[in-house]
């Protein structure tokens, strides 16, 4: 089995910064990409920033010169830097593995998409 195992939230005033770092384990053969969403109340899930297995990334408009997503293939683990934070950026925030491809004994698994518990992250004013 696989799971995405999640730390680094909490409350931070406006302008801080924190760290988010979500860790895959399992049996693991290979991960695409990976990446953050997140949810507010009353709001939709969506996407923060993903990155590819070969280091490409996509942000979202609204944190672009802010946060900072990598990515540690050896360790199947990526991160979230969060700089300069604002009270909007206060939500649950989820980590996300595409196409994860697993083994147990010698059967293999997948490619399935996997998703982190969430993580609150809280902007104070």
């Known amino acids: 089995q696989v799971q995405l195992v999640e730390s680094g939230g909490g409350l931070v005033q406006a302008g801080g910064s924190l760290r988010l770092s979500c860790a895959a384990s399992g049996s693991i053969i290979s991960i695409n990409a990976m990446g953050w969403y997140r949810q507010a109340p009353g709001k939709q899930r969506e996407l923060v920033a993903a990155?590819?297995?070969?280091?490409?990334?996509n942000y979202a408009d609204s944190v672009k010169g802010r946060f900072t997503i990598s990515r540690d293939n050896a360790k199947n683990t990526v991160y979230l830097q969060m700089n300069s934070l604002k009270p909007e950026d206060t939500a649950v925030y989820y980590c996300?593995?595409?196409?994860?491809?697993?083994?147990?004994?010698?059967?293999?698994?997948?490619?399935?998409?996997?998703w982190g518990q969430g993580t609150q992250v809280t902007v104070s004013s």
């Open positions: 990155i590819t297995s070969g280091g490409s990334t």
């Open positions: 996300n593995a595409d196409d994860i491809t697993y083994y147990r004994g010698t059967v293999y698994y997948g490619p399935y998409d996997y």
